[in-house]
């Protein structure tokens, strides 16, 4: 996977998708869609991060914060 020169915080990642009204906080939950971690329908907050980071807007669609996420990858 990545490594900790593209490490990033999920806030400002283009792969964090949350809900279409959500806040973009540290503490609000969504779904990474990442290509190769969507299998795992990976529910992070907005301060969680990884080495996969590319900056950029957060998609947006609902179902993106349940548990598990129910949202279909918008990018």
């Given at each position: 996977?990545?490594?900790?020169?593209?490490?990033?915080?999920c806030i400002k990642c283009k792969w964090w998708q949350v809900e279409p009204d959500?806040?973009?906080?540290?503490?609000?939950?969504?779904?990474?869609?990442?290509?190769?971690?969507?299998?795992?329908l990976l529910r992070v907050s907005g301060?969680?991060?990884?080495?996969?980071?590319?900056?950029?807007?957060?998609?947006?669609?609902?179902?993106?914060?349940?548990?598990?996420?129910?949202?279909?990858?918008?990018?």
């Amino acid at each position: 996977m990545g490594n900790t020169s593209n490490w990033g915080l999920c806030i400002k990642c283009k792969w964090w998708q949350v809900e279409p009204d959500a806040a973009l906080a540290s503490t609000t939950h969504g779904l990474c869609i990442e290509q190769s971690l969507q299998p795992y329908l990976l529910r992070v907050s907005g301060g969680s991060g990884c080495g996969l980071f590319v900056e950029g807007e957060p998609a947006r669609a609902d179902g993106s914060g349940a548990c598990p996420p129910t949202a279909k990858p918008m990018r």
